[in-house]
């Protein structure tokens, strides 16, 4: 890999694994489809205007055949509700039933569903250290569950949100790569938050009157930590590295997101990080180093 993309890797890891205690702080005030709607929209404007700030592309090319930018757009509209739509909603439902570090874990499972739709899909040949890194990652997971087994009482609906909203973004990564679409890599994430941002708000128009008032000084903040940090720079940087290196790569290369969350969460909302919990980072810091890591000359 480039040296540039696993330093991206690493940041996007670092940014999303804070972003989850800050989703949990600011569920306090708003609903997960307004929040999340919120934050795609600071999202959406944030990379559109950093694209026509650059002098970037906004709109698909112009020497296009008609059906061409109709298919992009219809890309970006289904890539937009899939990554920033369904997959937005479903973790902001699970991250308020679970721990923030754990959800941070069960949110990033979409490494073993790419895999399988890359080697599917693209025809990549499913490396021993791809496999054994999502394996891996599988048993990082399981050993959070053994760190608290009182966890699976009456929080299996936000496990199955999780896990469904990383099937979500697996087939939205691939369906990304796949695209292929001729613009900026700033303007397709910020219209995929822009389409993905619509139905949110729209619903939760109808389900949060609270959406109609101004939120906290907590939420606030919250909305501006997530919709920047991780909708506009964490976002914009995955789906660079996705557009540079197989599928297998980019996903499993931010599994020290999980890392992060916990450490995250047990400084500022005194989450418990147990003997098993450190054995699972420990695992994934594995998996990690088997996907970025080099293979062996001889």
Known sequence: MPLNSVLMLLAVSALWGANWPAMKIGLTELSPFAFRGLVNVVGAAGLLGLTWARGGALLPPSDDRPQGRRRAWMLLAICGVINFCGFGALIMFGVELVGSGRAAALGNLYPVWAVILAVALFGERLRWQWALAV???VGGVLLFFIADPQALDGRLLGFGYLILGSMLFAVGTVLVR????QMPMSAIVGWQEAFGAVPLLAIALVVDPGIRQLPGTASLLAIGYVGIFTGILSFW????VVAQVPVAVST??????????FLVGALLLN?????????ALLL????????????RRR
């Open 135 to 137: 394996l891996l990652c």
């Open 178 to 181: 796949m695209a292929r679409l």
């Open 237 to 240: 940087m995955y789906f660079t």
């Open 252 to 261: 499993v290369g931010v599994q020290l997101t999980p890392v992060f969350g």
């Open 271 to 279: 989450e418990t990080v147990r003997l098993p919990d450190i054995g």
């Open 284 to 295: 994934i810091g594995t998996a990690v180093y088997l996907v970025v890591a080099p293979p």
